[in-house]
């Protein structure tokens, strides 16, 4: 019987890299795996991808395929009389495991093994800080209720351990399946141990049996200087505790970062607007200026205008992390007067026939003139 070529039924090329195959097959598994395929003819095409996944995925096998095609098999035993290769033996469980998370295999059952170690999991808390806090690092004490480690029995649950009869002490029971493809083996969670692969004596009264127990604990924290809102700050291992003697998990710290009544904040770099009188403005003046980093004196030059910038280097956020210094940038805004005196009022008509030699104006009375036409 003529048998379809292994890599179109994967879709791959025959030159495809072994991760290029196994991805394949994962993503057609999890399409026709009779468990939660509703096609008609999900189960023969499952058994297809299963044959040619184990061919192609052994070196040696695919070697011979790509020499001899499926004449390299002819005379298997076990293929439901088909010929070509014979899958008696090849466990699957594995990548069945990282498709479905050890839920499925083929034939169903679960294949995972809950006595390997694992990791605790993951925390993640918001932590408030203000705008100073956030630019200059701090110290926080932080209160945290985590699942942390029994320490009456060490995180193992009991005392007295003994390895399983049933799996000796692997948490799982390996069956067979035979099928006109041959024989497939698949891996379940054994039933007597729920999959731990041991068993105690005397269950721990503290957590009882968990291994685990609910921790109220306050950890102290040195936050760097330079964090911004959104940023998140990882500490390795002060997450909850593993299960089966795994590592803990990771406690991240997210910060939000309270607004400053005068200082805007771009990246490292401070802005302040600094209101200043129109004569300022006009004869220019020596002004004193609150940087983070302490009051400097900043000349402003004569003639400057409502919304100039200037540029202090060096003044803006000295960030621990990226091991940059930002700068700081000043906002002139120029106050107008509501109410004048009439001598104040005297003056400034007096400077209506000032020549401000401003091509601006000059530009602008042209266009008037020209549109008055």
């Known amino acids: 019987m003529n048998k379809k070529d292994y890599y179109e039924t994967l879709g791959v090329s025959k030159d495809a890299s072994d991760a290029e195959i196994k991805s ?99 925390r993640l808390i918001r932590i408030r800080l203000t705008f100073e806090e956030a630019i200059y690092g701090c110290e926080k004490d932080i209160k945290l209720e985590i699942n942390d480690k029994c320490d009456e029995c060490d995180g193992k649950g009991g005392f007295g351990e003994e390895t399983c009869s049933s799996c000796h002490g692997s948490g799982t029971v390996t069956t067979e399946q035979r099928t006109m493809f041959g024989t497939f083996m698949s891996k379940t969670t054994c039933s007597k141990c729920n999959g731990l692969g041991k068993s105690f004596k005397k269950s721990c009264s503290n957590c009882h049996g968990n291994g685990r127990v609910i921790s109220n604990k306050t950890i102290t924290v040195n936050i760097p200087s330079g964090v911004d809102n959104g940023n998140r700050l990882r500490l390795s291992g002060k997450g909850e505790a593993g299960i089966n003697g795994g590592p803990n998990g990771d406690l991240y710290l997210e910060f939000v970062v309270e607004d400053h009544d005068f200082y805007e904040r771009d990246g490292d770099d401070i802005y302040l607007t600094v209101p200043i009188t129109i004569t300022e403005a006009v004869l220019g003046c020596k002004k004193e200026i ?58 400034f008509e007096s400077l209506e026939d000032t020549d401000l030699n401003d091509s601006n104006i000059e530009k602008f009375e042209k266009f008037t003139n020209k549109n008055d036409r």
């Open 290 to 347: 609150p940087t983070i980093h302490g009051n400097i004196k900043l000349s402003i030059p004569a003639g400057s205008n409502n919304g100039d910038k200037q540029r202090i280097k060096g003044k803006g956020i000295d960030n621990e992390s990226s091991r940059r210094k930002g700068d700081m940038y000043i906002i002139l805004d120029v106050r107008i007067p509501k109410k004048l005196s009439r001598e104040q009022k005297k003056l």
């Open 24 to 122: 394949a097959f994962r993503k057609l598994a999890k399409q026709y795996h009779p468990d939660v395929s509703k096609e008609k003819n999900a189960e023969a095409k499952f058994k297809e991808i299963q044959e040619a996944y184990a061919v192609l995925s052994d070196e040696q096998k695919r070697r011979q395929y790509d020499q001899f095609g499926h004449a390299a098999f002819d005379g298997a035993q076990g293929a439901g009389g088909f010929g070509g290769f014979d899958a008696s033996g090849f466990d699957f469980g594995d990548i069945f495991d990282s498709i479905f998370g050890g839920g499925f295999g083929f034939g169903g059952g679960n294949a995972r093994n809950t006595n390997r170690p694992r990791s605790g999991n993951d």
